[in-house]
């Protein structure tokens, strides 16, 4: 929208990038849930017609198996056989609740929009998202903050059953422990009809971890957007 | 703006030189110049109740330096922020280095309310703004502004934001009878105990009787979503 206000120099200045920019980033993240965790993150660069996820479409499968397993290695594959850039598990590990990584470095390359995702613990198929950011050409610190979407592919049962293969139904796990144990609940029942990615709807959980319908702990595994918030900066 | 007193008297000794050369015998005593005159910016904020049934205790309006933060994300809430979140009382924040001035609300801010404060300051102590308020029938929920930056503001410019819930991380989200200290429950505001994360964090929401937390004060209306508040900031002068 800014745009629209700049003269036409500005534009100009604007549109050298495309033919051949090159930019140095500088990104962290933080977990801002209450008590969830998120698998190995992936972050990356890529031209305008690549797209991780897209809310309202259909999860890709590289997409689903990210979401109902924390694995990327299929949509490592996809972004740079589209010769786009990428940064895979910054943190190097799981990232807790309030926990950070910072001083993450990509050099975008010739790449003009920026995609994030990782998969929510516990839950079946949460993912934080962030889908084709432009990359600003102008240089400076840029915050975002990202919403918990749902792939879409799987029921949210809420059960912790170390299911985490594609397909298969239940959570792979709570990491932080704090989790009913092998499906003590009797499952949620999910009556969405909604195959596309959307908004999460959050999880219910009860304080029942031996019992009630869902492995979730109502007091802990709660949330509301945002999830995330990841810092840019432009150089 | 502070140059133009000493303009002024420069004008006016060269003025009293060009008398000196003709008559030096009726040369006037040369007036100090007045003091230079503060300019002054101010900023008029306004604040509107997103929720459905969590009133927000007194707005704390602050202006402070830019260096300063009321909180920081996956870090301990200071005890000044700790009496917010639990208690609603910002008094904390009144003589914390670098806080030049507190505006307050009137009261509680209901529900689908709105409220105006007004905010006046001399021009070299215009830097970071930052508001506070509790959600009262929560645990520890607060919301506000985290130093936003109103050095660059244009006179006649807005800024409009919408703001969320946090978590102060000070106390357990019990929702128990006599922890909240909102018309719900009419219950205990500060203590200093911790008994939960001890970390600020986007608040997880409220979960209430309704859905399930046995013991809870709070039913469905209580619950809430993001963006709690909306906020405008006008330069105006």
Sequence with gaps: MAHKLLPAGALLTAALPLIGHSAELDISITNLTHGNHFTPVLIAA??????????????????????????????????????????????????????????????????????????????????????????????????????AYDAGTEANDEIINGAGAPGQPGIPAAPGGNGGSNGNGTGVADGSGNDKVHIHPGVLGDTDPNGGTSDLDSRIHRWLNPVARVVVTVK | MNTLPMKTSLLALALLGLGACSDSDNMAPIEPPPPPQVAMQSFEVTVTNLTANQPMSPLALISHDDNVKLWQIGESASVALEQVAEAGNSSGFDSLSGVNAVVRGAGMLPPGMSETLMLTLEEDKVDALSLLTMLVNTNDGFSGINAMDIDSMEKGSAKTLTLMAYDAGTEANSEAKGSIPGPADGGEGFNAARDDVNRVHVHPGVISQDDGLTGSVLNASHRFDNPVLKVTVRRTE
């Design chain 1, 46 to 147: 890529h031209g305008a017609d690549v797209h991780l996820f897209q809310s309202g479409e259909m999860a890709t499968a590289a997409l689903q198996k990210m979401a109902e397993g924390g694995a990327i290695d299929e949509l490592v594959t996809q972004v740079e056989g589209a010769g786009g850039a990428t940064v895979q598990n910054p943190a190097a590990g799981l990232m807790a609740a309030g926990s950070s990584v910072s001083g993450v470095l990509m050099n975008s390359g010739s790449q003009t929009h920026l995609s994030l995702v990782a998969m929510v613990l516990p839950t079946n198929d949460a993912f934080i998202g962030l889908d084709a950011w432009p990359i600003p050409t102008e240089a400076g610190t840029y915050t975002l903050y990202l919403n």
